[in-house]
């Protein structure tokens, strides 16, 4: 057993992340298994596996949220200005159409600053993990091509849950009513 925890332990991280693209494209590959195979005890086995492939694609998935989650908090302080100046405009009694364009014109150039902001750190954070996980080779082009697409799947869920969180906040503003 110890002489077991030993080779785990002296494993590099870029051989488990070797490891773990491989078990994701494996895992893929046996999901289709499981839904053309007929054999019941296969079926089982597959699942398992298929089970602890949900395990890693979570703790990806975590990775990736710490990165965005920084990136969020990042732009945060811009985003929570960016609301309160509208809103606060939206309390004043008196408001002209020219005042009105001034918010909608500050609000445009205020959330292109923030997404192109938001994405260099993002970007930033990413690709340090990348450097900490594992080296890009040359030779493994499928894998690039896989990590990308993979890792984008987890970014647009994020980004998605985030615009389900800030839309119905800057649509309600009264400007846009």
């Known amino acids: 057993m110890e002489k077991i925890k030993e080779y785990f332990n ?7 992340v070797s490891f773990f693209s491989l078990l994701a494209v494996i895992l893929i590959a046996l ?26 694609f979570l703790l990806s998935a975590i990775l990736i949220g ?34 009105d364009n001034a918010l909608k014109l500050i609000l445009i150039v205020g959330f292109i600053y923030l997404i192109v ?31 990308i697409v993979f890792y984008l799947s987890i970014i647009v869920g994020f980004l998605f849950a985030l615009y389900q969180v800030v839309s119905p906040i800057v649509l309600n503003l009264c400007i846009y009513k």
């Open 117 to 147: 902001d938001f994405f260099d750190v993002f970007i930033k954070e990413v690709s340090d993990l990348f450097k900490t996980l594992s080296p890009i080779k040359k030779d493994l082009i499928w894998k690039i091509i896989f990590m």
């Open 31 to 56: 999901l289709l298994i499981i839904f053309f195979g007929k054999n019941v005890a296969f079926k089982v086995g597959v699942s398992f596996n298929l089970i602890i492939g949900c395990i890693v």
């Open 66 to 99: 710490k990165a965005f989650m920084k990136a969020l908090v990042y732009i945060s302080a811009g985003l929570s200005l960016l609301i309160f100046l509208a809103q606060s405009y939206c309390l004043v009694p008196t408001r002209i159409a020219s005042g």
């Open 10 to 16: 002296n494993i590099k991280i870029k051989d488990k």
